[in-house]
């Protein structure tokens, strides 16, 4: 009976020894986990922090100050919105177009109309959507299309590209336009399909586009994109400190420096107070 209950105490403290061993182990992986996840979480502050500041940029040379940039942005906020896309692909599109075919969205005095530039993004992301073309295609087709309305017209490999891989804008040219596919390929030829035809057509269509779009169901990617969205203009605060901090090193290097000289001072006080104790 001895024997037996000795086995037992010992049975019962190995298991002990080992909940112990598994839950420090488990304590560990959790601080490892912790911590790997706040440095990813930090760095991708920071890669978004840049992306937006750099897009700033584009648009305030866009548009000519900072408070254009801003009504700008949250022009194309509502348009991601309404368009069920990601802000920064959006902004992204806009400053490409604004830049690179900035006369194709501008008046006769020269100025960007920014307002039916977002729009136009706005009418080429729905249809991108409508016809379930693929990421590598739109973005393909995107920048074919944006080289097109750079030069002021739509042809030759430029032309291919929108026929292949995103359909429904080319349908939309050529019902703009009162033609076929294959007459709109001889137009093409011709230098007929302009920067100003690309841009009307788009608009011309928008009330169709928009009920078609609107009559497709919401994704979890789609739904994702907007939180996203959200989330992004509640970050923005701490996206501008960041950034403001990259552009003043000479002002946060001591005062870091300071913070942690103080730090490691209590440390070391702390540490020599537990070894007199």
Do not use: C, H
């Not at 509502?78 to 006369?103: H, I």
């Not at 739109?138 to 080289?147: D, G, K, N, P």
């Not at 939309?172 to 001889?186: C, K, L, N």
């Amino acid at each position: 009976a001895r024997a037996a209950a000795r086995a037992q105490r010992e049975q019962a403290d190995a298991q002990r020894d080992t909940r112990d061993a598994a839950s420090a182990l488990t304590d560990q992986i959790k601080s490892l986990v912790g911590a790997y996840v706040g440095v990813q979480s930090i760095g991708q502050l920071v890669s978004m922090s840049d992306q937006v500041t750099q897009l700033d940029a584009r648009l305030q040379q866009m548009t000519g100050s900072a408070e254009e940039a801003a009504a700008a942005q949250e022009m194309i906020y509502q348009a991601a919105q309404r368009s069920r896309g990601e802000y920064l692909s959006m902004a992204n599109l806009v400053s490409q177009l604004g830049s690179m075919a900035q006369e194709a969205f501008s008046d006769a005095n020269g100025n960007i109309n920014t307002a039916e530039l977002v729009g136009f993004a706005e009418q080429l992301q729905k249809q991108m959507t409508i016809s379930g073309a693929s990421g590598e295609g739109v973005s393909a087709a995107m920048l074919q299309l944006t080289q097109a309305l750079s030069s002021g017209v739509l042809r030759g490999e430029e032309l291919n590209s929108v026929l292949e891989q995103t359909p429904i804008v080319a349908r939309t040219i050529a019902e703009y336009m009162g033609v076929s596919i294959g007459e709109m390929r001889d137009l093409a030829s011709e230098g007929a399909i302009t920067a100003d035809v690309v841009k009307n057509a788009m608009f011309a269509a928008a009330e169709e586009t928009n009920a078609a779009f609107e009559a497709m169901p919401l994704t979890w990617g789609q739904v994702w994109n907007m939180a996203g969205n959200i989330a992004l203009q509640a970050l923005q605060p701490v996206l501008d400190m960041i950034s403001w901090g990259a552009n003043n090193l000479d002002i946060l290097a001591p005062i870091v420096l300071s913070v942690a000289a103080a730090i490691g001072v209590l440390v070391v006080t702390i540490n020599g107070a537990r070894m007199a104790t």
